[in-house]
Protein backbone atom coordinates (compact mmCIF):
# COMPACT_ATOMS: atom_id res chain seq x y z
CA UNK A 1 0.00 0.00 0.00
CA UNK A 2 1.73 3.70 -0.29
CA UNK A 3 2.22 5.76 2.09
CA UNK A 4 1.82 8.94 3.02
CA UNK A 5 2.99 11.56 5.86
CA UNK A 6 1.55 11.90 8.64
CA UNK A 7 1.85 15.83 8.47
CA UNK A 8 -1.41 17.73 7.25
CA UNK A 9 0.96 20.16 5.94
CA UNK A 10 2.80 18.15 3.61
CA UNK A 11 -0.05 16.74 2.30
CA UNK A 12 -1.33 19.90 1.35
CA UNK A 13 1.38 21.10 -0.11
CA UNK A 14 2.21 18.32 -2.29
CA UNK A 15 -1.55 17.80 -3.28
CA UNK A 16 -1.18 21.60 -4.16
CA UNK A 17 1.54 20.70 -6.50
CA UNK A 18 -0.33 18.03 -7.83
CA UNK A 19 -2.91 20.21 -8.34
CA UNK A 20 -1.13 23.01 -10.51
CA UNK A 21 0.57 20.24 -12.33
CA UNK A 22 4.07 20.38 -11.18
CA UNK A 23 5.82 17.43 -12.33
CA UNK A 24 9.31 17.53 -10.78
CA UNK A 25 10.37 18.12 -7.71
CA UNK A 26 14.43 18.22 -7.02
CA UNK A 27 15.09 17.52 -3.39
CA UNK A 28 17.93 18.03 -1.39
CA UNK A 29 18.34 15.93 1.67
CA UNK A 30 17.74 17.04 5.30
CA UNK A 31 15.65 15.90 8.59
CA UNK A 32 13.21 18.80 8.71
CA UNK A 33 11.76 18.07 5.38
CA UNK A 34 11.02 14.86 5.98
CA UNK A 35 7.59 14.95 5.71
CA UNK A 36 7.75 16.32 1.98
CA UNK A 37 10.25 13.88 1.00
CA UNK A 38 7.43 11.16 1.92
CA UNK A 39 4.97 12.59 0.56
CA UNK A 40 6.75 13.37 -3.09
CA UNK A 41 8.49 10.07 -2.29
CA UNK A 42 4.71 8.48 -2.59
CA UNK A 43 3.58 10.92 -5.60
CA UNK A 44 2.25 8.96 -8.75
CA UNK A 45 2.09 12.30 -10.50
CA UNK A 46 5.24 14.08 -9.19
CA UNK A 47 8.83 12.53 -10.56
CA UNK A 48 11.44 13.56 -7.24
CA UNK A 49 15.05 14.04 -8.09
CA UNK A 50 17.44 13.81 -5.68
CA UNK A 51 20.58 16.13 -6.02
CA UNK A 52 22.09 16.50 -2.24
CA UNK A 53 23.92 20.35 -2.91
CA UNK A 54 21.09 23.01 -3.24
CA UNK A 55 22.87 25.87 -4.77
CA UNK A 56 23.46 23.38 -8.20
CA UNK A 57 19.91 21.73 -7.60
CA UNK A 58 18.12 24.63 -7.50
CA UNK A 59 19.90 25.74 -10.96
CA UNK A 60 19.00 22.23 -12.38
CA UNK A 61 15.57 22.97 -11.27
CA UNK A 62 15.85 26.52 -13.49
CA UNK A 63 17.45 24.50 -16.24
CA UNK A 64 14.19 21.99 -16.38
CA UNK A 65 11.48 24.99 -16.09
CA UNK A 66 13.81 26.87 -18.84
CA UNK A 67 13.43 24.23 -20.93
CA UNK A 68 9.67 22.41 -20.37
CA UNK A 69 8.47 26.19 -19.41
CA UNK A 70 6.58 24.79 -16.25
CA UNK A 71 7.43 24.90 -12.81
CA UNK A 72 9.71 22.83 -10.95
CA UNK A 73 9.27 22.40 -7.08
CA UNK A 74 12.37 22.63 -4.86
CA UNK A 75 12.80 21.05 -1.66
CA UNK A 76 14.58 21.90 1.03
CA UNK A 77 15.29 21.14 4.88
CA UNK A 78 15.47 24.52 7.40
CA UNK A 79 18.46 27.04 8.30
CA UNK A 80 21.39 27.79 5.66
CA UNK A 81 20.28 25.18 3.11
CA UNK A 82 17.33 27.13 1.84
CA UNK A 83 19.79 30.47 1.23
CA UNK A 84 22.09 28.05 -1.14
CA UNK A 85 19.03 28.43 -3.55
CA UNK A 86 19.33 32.33 -3.38
CA UNK A 87 21.41 32.76 -6.88
CA UNK A 88 18.74 30.24 -9.03
CA UNK A 89 16.32 32.36 -7.63
CA UNK A 90 17.19 35.87 -8.50
CA UNK A 91 18.11 34.51 -12.70
CA UNK A 92 14.25 32.83 -11.92
CA UNK A 93 12.82 36.64 -11.06
CA UNK A 94 14.92 38.39 -13.75
CA UNK A 95 14.60 35.32 -16.16
CA UNK A 96 11.04 34.83 -16.12
CA UNK A 97 11.01 31.68 -14.96
CA UNK A 98 8.68 29.68 -12.75
CA UNK A 99 10.09 27.99 -9.69
CA UNK A 100 7.92 26.99 -6.52
CA UNK A 101 10.60 26.90 -3.89
CA UNK A 102 9.34 24.87 -0.51
CA UNK A 103 11.55 25.34 2.30
CA UNK A 104 10.88 23.48 5.91
CA UNK A 105 11.21 25.04 9.07
CA UNK A 106 11.16 24.86 12.34
CA UNK A 107 8.09 26.05 14.27
CA UNK A 108 7.64 30.04 14.98
CA UNK A 109 8.42 28.67 18.73
CA UNK A 110 11.80 27.42 18.11
CA UNK A 111 13.45 30.56 16.25
CA UNK A 112 15.90 32.79 17.52
CA UNK A 113 16.35 30.51 20.78
CA UNK A 114 18.98 29.21 19.87
CA UNK A 115 17.81 25.52 18.38
CA UNK A 116 20.12 24.18 15.75
CA UNK A 117 19.71 24.41 11.99
CA UNK A 118 17.73 27.52 12.92
CA UNK A 119 17.45 30.89 10.59
CA UNK A 120 14.66 33.96 10.03
CA UNK A 121 12.99 32.27 7.22
CA UNK A 122 9.49 33.88 6.41
CA UNK A 123 9.88 36.21 3.47
CA UNK A 124 13.75 35.63 3.32
CA UNK A 125 13.90 36.12 -0.40
CA UNK A 126 11.40 39.10 -0.17
CA UNK A 127 13.52 41.10 -2.74
CA UNK A 128 13.37 38.74 -5.69
CA UNK A 129 10.46 36.70 -5.30
CA UNK A 130 6.94 36.76 -6.92
CA UNK A 131 5.16 35.32 -3.77
CA UNK A 132 5.68 33.82 -0.31
CA UNK A 133 3.55 32.11 1.59
CA UNK A 134 4.38 31.59 5.50
CA UNK A 135 1.97 28.63 6.25
CA UNK A 136 1.22 27.43 9.64
CA UNK A 137 -1.56 29.96 10.45
CA UNK A 138 -4.89 30.62 9.06
CA UNK A 139 -5.81 29.86 5.33
CA UNK A 140 -3.05 28.08 4.87
CA UNK A 141 -4.76 26.06 1.41
CA UNK A 142 -5.36 28.78 0.12
CA UNK A 143 -1.92 30.78 0.66
CA UNK A 144 -0.13 27.82 -1.06
CA UNK A 145 -2.41 27.84 -3.99
CA UNK A 146 -2.40 31.39 -4.84
CA UNK A 147 1.59 31.17 -4.77
CA UNK A 148 1.63 27.72 -7.02
CA UNK A 149 -0.92 30.07 -9.10
CA UNK A 150 1.35 32.74 -9.40
CA UNK A 151 4.14 30.94 -10.28
CA UNK A 152 2.15 29.38 -13.34
CA UNK A 153 0.12 32.38 -14.35
CA UNK A 154 3.64 34.96 -13.88
CA UNK A 155 6.45 32.54 -14.62
CA UNK A 156 8.36 33.04 -11.67
CA UNK A 157 9.98 32.16 -8.68
CA UNK A 158 7.36 31.86 -5.45
CA UNK A 159 8.25 30.53 -1.65
CA UNK A 160 6.49 28.37 0.24
CA UNK A 161 7.93 28.18 4.05
CA UNK A 162 6.41 25.12 6.00
CA UNK A 163 6.93 24.77 9.97
CA UNK A 164 7.31 21.40 10.55
CA UNK A 165 7.06 20.26 14.83
CA UNK A 166 8.70 16.56 15.40
CA UNK A 167 7.84 13.86 14.78
CA UNK A 168 8.69 14.25 11.15
CA UNK A 169 9.06 10.46 10.00
CA UNK A 170 6.04 9.36 10.86
CA UNK A 171 3.96 7.91 8.05
CA UNK A 172 0.27 6.02 7.31
CA UNK A 173 -1.47 4.13 4.59
CA UNK A 174 -2.65 6.82 1.82
CA UNK A 175 -6.39 6.84 1.63
CA UNK A 176 -7.23 8.06 -1.85
CA UNK A 177 -10.50 10.10 -1.89
CA UNK A 178 -12.55 11.17 -5.09
CA UNK A 179 -11.68 15.02 -4.79
CA UNK A 180 -7.54 13.54 -5.34
CA UNK A 181 -8.50 11.28 -8.29
CA UNK A 182 -10.09 14.12 -9.90
CA UNK A 183 -7.43 15.95 -9.93
CA UNK A 184 -5.42 15.69 -12.91
CA UNK A 185 -8.28 16.11 -15.28
CA UNK A 186 -9.31 20.05 -13.71
CA UNK A 187 -7.92 22.41 -16.04
CA UNK A 188 -6.40 25.55 -15.31
CA UNK A 189 -8.34 28.56 -15.17
CA UNK A 190 -8.47 29.92 -18.75
CA UNK A 191 -7.48 33.52 -17.12
CA UNK A 192 -4.02 32.10 -16.55
CA UNK A 193 -3.84 31.27 -20.44
CA UNK A 194 -5.46 34.34 -22.72
CA UNK A 195 -3.89 37.47 -23.31
CA UNK A 196 -6.03 40.57 -23.39
CA UNK A 197 -5.54 42.51 -26.74
CA UNK A 198 -3.88 45.96 -26.18
CA UNK A 199 -6.50 48.82 -27.27
CA UNK A 200 -6.76 49.57 -31.09
CA UNK A 201 -7.35 53.27 -30.64
CA UNK A 202 -4.85 53.29 -28.12
CA UNK A 203 -2.42 51.51 -30.55
CA UNK A 204 -2.96 53.85 -33.82
CA UNK A 205 -1.52 56.99 -31.82
CA UNK A 206 1.71 55.26 -32.11
CA UNK A 207 1.31 53.40 -35.20
CA UNK A 208 1.39 56.98 -36.61
CA UNK A 209 4.42 57.68 -34.87
CA UNK A 210 5.65 54.89 -36.52
CA UNK A 211 4.77 55.54 -39.88
CA UNK A 212 6.06 59.20 -40.02
CA UNK A 213 9.35 57.94 -38.68
CA UNK A 214 12.73 56.80 -41.35
CA UNK A 215 14.70 55.34 -39.19
CA UNK A 216 13.33 52.43 -36.82
CA UNK A 217 15.71 50.28 -35.02
CA UNK A 218 14.25 46.77 -33.66
CA UNK A 219 16.34 45.43 -30.53
CA UNK A 220 15.39 41.46 -29.66
CA UNK A 221 16.88 40.45 -26.47
CA UNK A 222 17.00 36.90 -25.35
CA UNK A 223 14.20 34.98 -25.99
CA UNK A 224 12.36 31.72 -26.94
CA UNK A 225 12.37 29.99 -30.08
CA UNK A 226 9.23 30.96 -31.33
CA UNK A 227 8.04 30.02 -35.21
CA UNK A 228 5.54 33.02 -34.74
CA UNK A 229 7.80 35.72 -33.96
CA UNK A 230 10.11 34.62 -36.99
CA UNK A 231 8.05 35.36 -39.42
CA UNK A 232 6.76 38.48 -37.63
CA UNK A 233 10.07 39.46 -37.74
CA UNK A 234 10.95 38.99 -41.18
CA UNK A 235 7.74 40.80 -42.30
CA UNK A 236 8.67 43.51 -40.36
CA UNK A 237 12.46 43.85 -42.61
CA UNK A 238 10.37 43.76 -45.40
CA UNK A 239 10.13 47.71 -44.45
CA UNK A 240 13.89 49.64 -45.25
CA UNK A 241 13.18 51.90 -42.93
CA UNK A 242 13.34 48.94 -39.76
CA UNK A 243 16.67 48.19 -38.87
CA UNK A 244 16.58 44.62 -36.68
CA UNK A 245 19.01 43.91 -34.20
CA UNK A 246 19.50 40.58 -32.42
CA UNK A 247 21.67 38.53 -30.16
CA UNK A 248 22.30 34.67 -30.14
CA UNK A 249 20.13 33.76 -27.54
CA UNK A 250 17.20 35.49 -29.50
CA UNK A 251 17.06 32.72 -31.49
CA UNK A 252 15.72 34.07 -34.63
CA UNK A 253 17.86 34.85 -37.39
CA UNK A 254 17.57 36.31 -41.28
CA UNK A 255 20.48 37.69 -43.44
CA UNK A 256 18.90 40.63 -43.02
CA UNK A 257 19.30 41.13 -39.32
CA UNK A 258 22.12 42.51 -37.64
CA UNK A 259 23.61 39.45 -35.46
CA UNK A 260 26.67 41.01 -34.45
CA UNK A 261 25.86 44.06 -32.78
CA UNK A 262 29.12 44.75 -30.82
CA UNK A 263 31.30 43.40 -34.61
CA UNK A 264 28.70 46.14 -36.44
CA UNK A 265 29.32 49.34 -34.21
CA UNK A 266 32.57 49.27 -32.16
CA UNK A 267 34.43 50.36 -35.20
CA UNK A 268 31.78 53.82 -35.03
CA UNK A 269 33.28 56.98 -35.13
CA UNK A 270 31.21 60.01 -34.09
CA UNK A 271 29.22 61.14 -37.56
CA UNK A 272 28.57 57.35 -37.92
CA UNK A 273 27.14 56.85 -34.48
CA UNK A 274 25.01 60.18 -35.15
CA UNK A 275 23.58 57.69 -38.46
CA UNK A 276 23.30 54.95 -36.05
CA UNK A 277 20.26 57.34 -34.15
CA UNK A 278 16.95 55.42 -34.42
CA UNK A 279 14.33 57.58 -34.49
CA UNK A 280 12.21 54.92 -32.92
CA UNK A 281 13.49 52.27 -30.51
CA UNK A 282 11.69 48.96 -30.05
CA UNK A 283 12.45 46.49 -27.59
CA UNK A 284 11.76 42.86 -27.00
CA UNK A 285 12.73 39.45 -25.50
CA UNK A 286 15.49 39.95 -21.97
CA UNK A 287 18.27 41.27 -21.34
CA UNK A 288 20.77 42.50 -23.71
CA UNK A 289 24.63 41.24 -23.78
CA UNK A 290 26.24 43.83 -25.97
CA UNK A 291 27.44 46.90 -23.31
CA UNK A 292 28.48 48.95 -26.55
CA UNK A 293 24.51 49.06 -27.97
CA UNK A 294 23.67 50.58 -23.97
CA UNK A 295 26.19 52.47 -23.63
CA UNK A 296 25.57 53.82 -27.33
CA UNK A 297 21.59 53.86 -27.14
CA UNK A 298 22.10 55.49 -23.80
CA UNK A 299 23.92 58.50 -25.08
CA UNK A 300 22.66 59.28 -28.75
CA UNK A 301 19.00 58.27 -27.18
CA UNK A 302 16.12 57.99 -29.82
CA UNK A 303 12.96 60.20 -29.91
CA UNK A 304 10.82 57.44 -28.64
CA UNK A 305 11.65 54.33 -26.63
CA UNK A 306 8.83 51.21 -26.37
CA UNK A 307 9.37 48.15 -24.99
CA UNK A 308 7.25 45.27 -25.92
CA UNK A 309 6.87 42.44 -22.58
CA UNK A 310 3.91 40.62 -20.89
CA UNK A 311 5.18 41.35 -17.94
CA UNK A 312 8.38 43.62 -17.18
CA UNK A 313 9.50 47.04 -18.84
CA UNK A 314 12.94 47.23 -19.13
CA UNK A 315 14.14 50.72 -19.44
CA UNK A 316 17.51 49.15 -20.46
CA UNK A 317 18.29 53.02 -22.29
CA UNK A 318 17.06 55.11 -19.69
CA UNK A 319 14.55 56.45 -22.40
CA UNK A 320 11.27 54.26 -21.51
CA UNK A 321 8.21 56.30 -23.35
CA UNK A 322 6.42 53.21 -23.19
CA UNK A 323 5.10 49.71 -22.11
CA UNK A 324 2.97 47.23 -24.18
CA UNK A 325 2.32 44.68 -21.51
CA UNK A 326 1.61 41.77 -23.99
CA UNK A 327 3.63 39.34 -25.54
CA UNK A 328 5.71 40.32 -28.69
CA UNK A 329 3.89 37.96 -30.86
CA UNK A 330 0.44 39.44 -30.02
CA UNK A 331 1.75 43.05 -30.27
CA UNK A 332 2.90 42.38 -33.96
CA UNK A 333 -0.21 40.74 -34.40
CA UNK A 334 -2.15 44.16 -33.76
CA UNK A 335 0.51 46.29 -35.07
CA UNK A 336 1.09 45.24 -38.33
CA UNK A 337 -2.88 46.49 -39.45
CA UNK A 338 -1.84 49.90 -38.52
CA UNK A 339 1.49 50.39 -39.97
CA UNK A 340 2.58 50.67 -43.34
CA UNK A 341 6.15 50.69 -44.86
CA UNK A 342 8.29 54.18 -44.93
CA UNK A 343 10.77 54.81 -48.06
CA UNK A 344 14.53 55.21 -46.32
CA UNK A 345 17.75 53.96 -46.82
CA UNK A 346 18.42 53.27 -43.30
CA UNK A 347 18.70 49.26 -43.44
CA UNK A 348 20.21 49.06 -46.27
CA UNK A 349 23.02 51.74 -45.41
CA UNK A 350 23.57 49.14 -42.39
CA UNK A 351 23.33 45.93 -43.79
CA UNK A 352 26.30 46.86 -46.07
CA UNK A 353 28.64 48.08 -42.96
CA UNK A 354 27.52 44.85 -41.63
CA UNK A 355 28.46 42.57 -44.90
CA UNK A 356 32.28 45.01 -44.83
CA UNK A 357 32.53 43.39 -40.80
CA UNK A 358 31.22 40.05 -41.69
CA UNK A 359 34.08 39.84 -44.93
CA UNK A 360 36.78 41.68 -42.11
CA UNK A 361 36.01 39.04 -39.33
CA UNK A 362 36.40 36.34 -41.78
CA UNK A 363 40.04 37.13 -43.06
CA UNK A 364 41.52 37.72 -39.29
CA UNK A 365 39.63 34.55 -38.04
CA UNK A 366 41.42 32.61 -40.89
CA UNK A 367 44.68 33.81 -40.33
CA UNK A 368 44.94 34.59 -36.60
CA UNK A 369 46.61 32.41 -34.49
CA UNK A 370 45.55 29.39 -31.93
CA UNK A 371 43.52 31.27 -29.34
CA UNK A 372 40.11 32.07 -27.83
CA UNK A 373 38.99 33.61 -30.69
CA UNK A 374 40.02 30.84 -32.84
CA UNK A 375 38.65 27.90 -30.98
CA UNK A 376 34.73 29.43 -31.18
CA UNK A 377 35.24 29.56 -34.86
CA UNK A 378 36.00 25.87 -34.68
CA UNK A 379 33.50 24.74 -32.12
CA UNK A 380 30.56 26.91 -33.34
CA UNK A 381 30.80 25.08 -36.53
CA UNK A 382 31.30 21.48 -35.05
CA UNK A 383 27.95 21.64 -33.34
CA UNK A 384 24.94 19.50 -34.92
CA UNK A 385 21.88 21.04 -36.49
CA UNK A 386 18.93 20.88 -34.08
CA UNK A 387 21.32 21.09 -30.80
CA UNK A 388 20.25 22.85 -28.30
CA UNK A 389 23.30 25.23 -27.16
CA UNK A 390 23.76 26.30 -23.33
CA UNK A 391 26.73 29.00 -22.61
CA UNK A 392 27.63 30.15 -20.10
CA UNK A 393 28.35 33.85 -18.76
CA UNK A 394 31.37 36.44 -19.24
CA UNK A 395 33.79 35.58 -22.20
CA UNK A 396 31.98 32.33 -23.29
CA UNK A 397 28.57 34.63 -24.13
CA UNK A 398 30.80 37.57 -25.60
CA UNK A 399 32.73 35.64 -27.70
CA UNK A 400 29.92 33.88 -29.09
CA UNK A 401 27.91 37.24 -30.04
CA UNK A 402 31.17 37.65 -32.72
CA UNK A 403 29.95 34.61 -34.60
CA UNK A 404 27.37 33.49 -37.01
CA UNK A 405 25.89 30.14 -35.36
CA UNK A 406 24.05 27.62 -37.28
CA UNK A 407 19.93 29.09 -37.26
CA UNK A 408 18.87 25.56 -36.49
CA UNK A 409 20.31 25.97 -32.75
CA UNK A 410 18.60 26.84 -29.44
CA UNK A 411 20.43 29.16 -27.56
CA UNK A 412 20.13 29.50 -24.14
CA UNK A 413 22.13 31.71 -21.31
CA UNK A 414 21.29 32.79 -17.63
CA UNK A 415 21.45 36.48 -18.54
CA UNK A 416 18.88 37.31 -16.25
CA UNK A 417 21.41 38.23 -13.85
CA UNK A 418 24.71 37.31 -15.93
CA UNK A 419 26.54 35.04 -12.75
CA UNK A 420 28.95 32.48 -13.85
CA UNK A 421 28.03 30.35 -10.52
CA UNK A 422 25.01 28.23 -12.08
CA UNK A 423 25.71 27.63 -15.77
CA UNK A 424 26.65 24.17 -15.16
CA UNK A 425 23.78 23.53 -13.58
CA UNK A 426 21.87 24.65 -15.51
CA UNK A 427 22.92 22.97 -18.72
CA UNK A 428 22.70 19.84 -17.06
CA UNK A 429 18.94 20.13 -15.74
CA UNK A 430 18.30 21.77 -19.54
CA UNK A 431 19.88 18.69 -20.77
CA UNK A 432 17.65 16.19 -18.27
CA UNK A 433 14.27 18.10 -19.91
CA UNK A 434 15.28 18.60 -23.23
CA UNK A 435 14.37 16.25 -25.89
CA UNK A 436 17.22 17.58 -27.98
CA UNK A 437 20.94 16.94 -27.81
CA UNK A 438 22.73 19.77 -25.15
CA UNK A 439 26.10 21.12 -25.85
CA UNK A 440 27.28 23.53 -23.42
CA UNK A 441 30.16 25.75 -23.84
CA UNK A 442 31.85 27.17 -20.61
CA UNK A 443 35.47 28.95 -19.59
CA UNK A 444 37.55 27.72 -17.06
CA UNK A 445 36.46 29.78 -13.94
CA UNK A 446 32.66 29.38 -14.35
CA UNK A 447 32.84 25.55 -14.51
CA UNK A 448 35.34 24.88 -11.60
CA UNK A 449 33.30 27.34 -9.83
CA UNK A 450 29.98 24.81 -10.48
CA UNK A 451 31.69 21.76 -10.38
CA UNK A 452 29.15 20.11 -8.23
CA UNK A 453 26.91 20.41 -11.04
CA UNK A 454 28.34 16.84 -12.31
CA UNK A 455 27.45 15.09 -9.02
CA UNK A 456 24.00 14.36 -10.71
CA UNK A 457 22.42 11.09 -11.88
CA UNK A 458 20.50 12.51 -14.11
CA UNK A 459 22.70 13.56 -16.86
CA UNK A 460 21.98 11.86 -20.20
CA UNK A 461 24.81 9.71 -22.37
CA UNK A 462 23.87 12.35 -24.96
CA UNK A 463 25.50 15.33 -23.21
CA UNK A 464 28.91 17.55 -24.19
CA UNK A 465 30.40 19.98 -22.65
CA UNK A 466 33.39 21.62 -24.46
CA UNK A 467 35.18 23.69 -21.58
CA UNK A 468 37.84 26.50 -22.64
CA UNK A 469 40.54 26.14 -20.01
CA UNK A 470 42.61 29.19 -20.73
CA UNK A 471 43.73 29.31 -17.06
CA UNK A 472 41.92 32.14 -15.45
CA UNK A 473 39.26 34.65 -15.95
CA UNK A 474 40.93 36.17 -19.23
CA UNK A 475 38.18 39.10 -19.51
CA UNK A 476 39.82 40.77 -17.46
CA UNK A 477 42.82 40.83 -19.53
CA UNK A 478 41.05 42.37 -22.00
CA UNK A 479 38.19 44.91 -20.25
CA UNK A 480 39.53 48.35 -19.76
CA UNK A 481 40.51 48.84 -16.18
CA UNK A 482 42.09 45.72 -14.41
CA UNK A 483 45.26 45.76 -16.66
CA UNK A 484 45.97 49.35 -15.25
CA UNK A 485 46.46 48.10 -11.87
CA UNK A 486 48.81 46.12 -9.66
CA UNK A 487 45.90 43.66 -8.43
CA UNK A 488 45.44 41.94 -11.98
CA UNK A 489 46.42 38.57 -10.09
CA UNK A 490 43.07 39.27 -7.98
CA UNK A 491 40.88 40.00 -10.61
CA UNK A 492 41.97 37.10 -13.52
CA UNK A 493 42.90 34.13 -10.60
CA UNK A 494 44.97 32.41 -12.03
CA UNK A 495 45.00 28.92 -11.63
CA UNK A 496 46.54 25.18 -13.16
CA UNK A 497 43.26 22.93 -13.04
CA UNK A 498 42.47 20.22 -15.51
CA UNK A 499 39.25 18.72 -15.75
CA UNK A 500 40.46 15.11 -15.90
CA UNK A 501 40.51 14.17 -12.30
CA UNK A 502 36.71 15.86 -12.45
CA UNK A 503 35.53 13.28 -15.11
CA UNK A 504 37.10 10.32 -13.89
CA UNK A 505 35.32 11.07 -10.49
CA UNK A 506 31.84 11.47 -11.95
CA UNK A 507 32.17 9.41 -15.24
CA UNK A 508 32.29 11.98 -17.89
CA UNK A 509 34.54 10.51 -21.09
CA UNK A 510 37.53 13.09 -21.01
CA UNK A 511 38.97 14.45 -23.90
CA UNK A 512 41.83 17.29 -24.29
CA UNK A 513 43.19 19.46 -26.84
CA UNK A 514 46.21 22.20 -27.05
CA UNK A 515 45.92 23.23 -30.58
CA UNK A 516 43.92 23.89 -33.46
CA UNK A 517 44.89 20.57 -35.00
CA UNK A 518 44.22 18.72 -31.53
CA UNK A 519 40.64 20.64 -31.57
CA UNK A 520 39.48 19.62 -35.07
CA UNK A 521 40.61 15.71 -34.77
CA UNK A 522 38.40 15.68 -31.14
CA UNK A 523 35.52 16.76 -32.56
CA UNK A 524 35.25 14.41 -35.12
CA UNK A 525 34.01 12.21 -33.15
CA UNK A 526 33.09 14.07 -30.07
CA UNK A 527 29.20 14.27 -30.94
CA UNK A 528 29.35 10.72 -31.93
CA UNK A 529 27.18 8.11 -29.42
CA UNK A 530 28.74 6.87 -26.60
CA UNK A 531 27.40 5.51 -23.38
CA UNK A 532 28.27 8.46 -21.01
CA UNK A 533 28.37 12.02 -21.40
CA UNK A 534 31.47 13.58 -23.02
CA UNK A 535 33.76 16.45 -21.98
CA UNK A 536 36.57 18.51 -24.51
CA UNK A 537 39.00 20.04 -22.65
CA UNK A 538 40.62 23.11 -24.96
CA UNK A 539 43.75 24.50 -23.39
CA UNK A 540 44.40 28.17 -24.81
CA UNK A 541 47.02 29.97 -24.23
CA UNK A 542 46.53 32.53 -21.28
CA UNK A 543 49.48 35.08 -22.58
CA UNK A 544 48.13 35.67 -26.19
CA UNK A 545 44.17 35.17 -26.01
CA UNK A 546 43.30 39.31 -24.95
CA UNK A 547 45.64 40.24 -27.22
CA UNK A 548 44.63 38.75 -30.79
CA UNK A 549 41.21 39.70 -29.48
CA UNK A 550 42.06 43.63 -29.17
CA UNK A 551 43.79 42.76 -32.79
CA UNK A 552 40.64 41.89 -34.14
CA UNK A 553 38.37 44.75 -33.12
CA UNK A 554 41.55 46.76 -34.53
CA UNK A 555 41.13 45.23 -37.56
CA UNK A 556 37.35 45.91 -37.67
CA UNK A 557 38.49 49.72 -37.67
CA UNK A 558 40.96 49.52 -40.58
Same mark, same amino acid.
Request: charged share 20%.
Given at each position: ?? !? !????????????????????????? *?? +???? *???????????????????????????????? !???????????????????????????????????????????????????????????????????????????????????????????????????????????????????????????????????????????????????????????????????????????????????????????????????????????????????????????????????????????????????????????????????????????????????????????????????????????????????????????????????????? +?????????????????????????????????????????????????????????????????????????????????????????????????????????????????????????????????????????? *??????????????????????????
Amino acid at each position: MP !Q !QSKNKLAQLVVKSCEKFKIEKAVIS *PG +SRNA *PLIIELANSKKIEALSIVDERSAAFFALGIAQ !QTKKPVALVCTSGSALLNYYPAIAEAFYSNIPLVVISADRPLHLIDIGDGQTIRQENVYKNHILFSANLGYDKDKSHCEKAMEIAVKQNGPVHINVPFDEPLYETEQEIVKEENIDIESKKLPKSLLNETPLNVNELQKYATIWNASSKKMVIVGAHYPDELLQIQLEHLVKDPSVLVLIENTANVWNSKFINSIDKLIFPFVEDELEKFQPEILLTLGGLIVSKKIKQHLRKYKPNHHWHVDSKTALNTFLCLEHHFKVSPTLFFSQFFFLTKSTESNYQRFWLHKKEIRLKKHQEFIDNCDFSDLKVFSQILASIPDDSQLQLSNS +SIIRYSQLFDINKTLSVFCNRGTSGIDGATSTAVGAAFASKSNTVFITGDISFFYDSNALWNNYIPASFRIILINNGGGGIFKFIPGPSTTNALQYFETPHDLTAEHLCKMFNFEYQVASSEKEVQENLVTFYHYSEK *PKLLEIQTPTEVNDKILKAYFKNLKI
